[in-house]
């Protein structure tokens, strides 16, 4: 008899997701399983949902990409981890000499294969990874907070640490105070810059101070941009982290970077936006893309979580078991939540 594992799976795009069985699968030469602890539950799932990644992905397939869980069988050749071990999950694998991979930068490979989108993700009891794909922690971790330290966190600070390069005593801006942003705002005073937050709701702007936020500003009253420009020294600000998926918020984003400022693209808009080259090279103005995040990020991720320089409380608080995945969906849908964690019964 086949041991069998409960999933929730993707069936079609626009469709609700299926919870069904699956067998349990068998690590191959060089793979690993992995006992899912936690998954949690981001904007890419909906995007997945929506068939946002387009007409490449083969349905059903088992969404889940920001997981953490237990070494549970290795395959033939696998020495680098054990049984037993506490792992956090990275979610994207490249071919072998791959080279952007082969430069540190397997995020922006053409030819990644992405956990919960082009392979079967963590929206289950297990799944299989290769090792390089498993982060140890060196002390255990809180399996909910595991899991989002790999997405929710490990995103912003690769946008702010390995694309901006963000310095002590700068000053950034962070757009939107959801997921993202509110990793954002923490990451920022812990690399010692000065936050300034940028929200529409108060109960964000309130979560946003509590995280360290220098100052905050309601998004939709007055001049957004001329107050966060003044409270940024008149000039605009060093760095400017745009959440929020949206083309007006993206002019917003470049219209407050201040001389010499790096602005961070990470909220996923398909809109387009304007700008003036003027505007761009006067300010000696840097407009960057960050996607997605290398291990070396959730490592980072790890550390100030168990160095105590990062909360995460709020990203956990929903914590749901696997059966209403799409319950979490339409809370994040709705933006009753900031992320919903998955944990199988
Ligand atoms: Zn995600």
């Excluded at 952007?100 to 053409?110: E, H, K, L």
């Excluded at 705002?185 to 995280?211: D, F, N, P, W």
């Excluded at 007006?248 to 001389?259: F, H, L, R, S, T």
């Amino acid at each position: 008899m086949t041991a069998t594992m409960r999933v929730a799976e993707l069936p079609a795009v626009g469709s609700a997701l299926r919870l069904t069985n699956r067998p349990v699968p068998m690590p191959g030469p060089g793979e690993v399983r992995v006992r899912v602890q936690a998954c949690g539950v981001c904007g890419s799932d909906l995007f997945l949902q929506k068939g946002g990644f387009g007409a490449g992905v083969v349905l059903p397939v088992i969404p889940g990409h920001e997981a953490a869980g237990i070494v549970d069988a290795l395959g033939d050749g696998v020495d680098d981890v054990t049984v037993g071990d506490q792992v956090a999950l990275y979610y994207i694998t490249t071919p072998p000499y791959d080279p952007w991979a082969a430069r540190g930068r397997p995020n922006i490979s053409p030819n990644v294969r992405r956990m919960g989108v082009d392979v079967d993700g963590a929206f289950a009891e297990y799944v299989i990874r290769p090792p390089a794909a498993l982060i140890r922690p060196r002390a255990p971790v809180p399996p909910a907070v595991l899991a989002v330290l790999t997405d929710a966190v490990a995103t912003p600070l690769h946008g702010l640490k390995r694309v901006a390069h963000l310095q002590p005593g700068e000053t950034l801006v962070v757009l939107g105070v959801g997921g993202l942003g509110s990793s954002a705002v923490q990451l920022g005073k812990a690399m010692g810059a000065r936050v300034i937050a940028v929200t529409r709701s108060e109960a964000k702007l309130r979560l946003a101070r509590e995280l360290g936020a220098d100052e905050t500003v309601p998004a939709n009253e007055g001049d957004t941009v001329a107050t966060v420009r003044a409270l940024a020294g008149g000039y605009g600000a060093d760095i400017v982290i745009q959440c929020v998926g949206s083309a007006a918020v993206d002019e917003q984003a470049i219209a407050m970077g201040g001389p010499g400022g790096r602005v961070v693209l990470i909220g996923s808009s398909l809109d387009q936006f304007r700008a003036r080259a003027v505007d761009i090279f006067w300010r000696e103005l840097s407009v960057l893309g960050s996607r997605g995040f290398v291990p070396d990020d959730i490592r980072d991720a790890i550390e100030l979580y168990l160095v105590g320089k990062l909360k995460v409380d709020h990203l956990v608080e929903t914590v749901r078991p696997l059966e209403q995945a799409n319950e979490a969906l339409e809370d994040l849908k709705l933006g009753r939540v900031f992320r919903s964690v998955l944990v199988p019964s």
